[in-house]
């Protein structure tokens, strides 16, 4: 399984944007770059997903440079309900689609 | 999506004693996931759990320790045997997050061990 390396914490304002990178060296053909949010006290929450290129939804965007070794979730204009835990992971494992949490970047968005 | 509730939310148990955990999805699913997570820390895959054969565990830990139950392909329970204070933790029920699509998760149950 592929490991990932993302800062264990991360400051921010209200109303900036937030670039999280994630380091994947040894990122597999098939595997796709997942990003996860976790609020205190709940699971953690699917935000976006991609495999090359870059990734927009609603929240955030994916940036994956064409290596794949490393992606950066960018959220636009945070908020303080975005302070969270974010978590990249890759894969899941081929064989059982299991899904293997690294320690997350916790971002602390401040007024 | 998959809607996932699980119960208790939170418990306080005496050491030595077992609880057990209850995952209900809402829909079918092939594979289950439990998760523990320690305070401050990120999650730690326990085992996988699919309908109608054993579970498969992580490294470190031991069916004897933490025995599941998949009786059906919408629920699963996992048990916290024997425990102690060290077993306080937050345990999380998922269901499959293959490559492509995302996982869901449940609430998770806080349990404290005193």
Not at chain 1, 77 to 82: I, K
Not at chain 2, 69 to 80: G, H, I, K, Q
Request: proline share 5%; with cysteine.
């Amino acid at each position: 399984l592929a490991k990932t390396t993302q800062p264990i914490s991360m400051d921010s304002y209200e109303g900036q944007e937030v670039n999280i990178t994630c380091s994947h060296n040894n990122i597999a053909t098939n595997d796709y770059i997942t990003w996860y949010q976790q609020f205190p006290s709940q699971g953690p929450r699917f935000i976006i997903q991609g495999y090359k290129t870059k990734v927009t939804n609603e929240v955030a965007s994916l940036f994956i440079p064409a290596d794949r070794k490393s992606s950066t979730l960018s959220l636009p204009r945070v908020s303080l309900s975005d302070t969270a835990v974010y978590y990249c992971l890759v894969g899941g494992d081929g064989a059982t689609n299991k899904l293997i949490f690294g320690t997350g970047t916790l971002l602390a968005v401040q007024p | 999506s998959a809607v996932i509730s699980q119960k208790p939310s939170r418990d306080i148990c005496q050491r030595g004693t077992s609880l057990t955990i209850q995952c209900q999805v809402d829909s079918q699913v092939t594979m289950m996931f439990w998760y523990r997570q320690q305070p401050g820390q990120s999650l730690t895959l326990i085992a996988t759990a699919n309908q109608g054969s054993e579970a498969t565990y992580e490294s470190g830990f031991v069916i004897d320790k933490f025995p599941i139950s998949r009786p059906n392909l919408t629920f699963s329970t996992l048990t916290v045997s024997n425990m102690s204070p060290e077993d306080s933790s937050i345990y999380l029920c998922s269901v499959d997050g293959r490559g492509e699509t995302e996982a869901f998760f449940g609430q998770g149950t806080r349990l404290t061990v005193v």
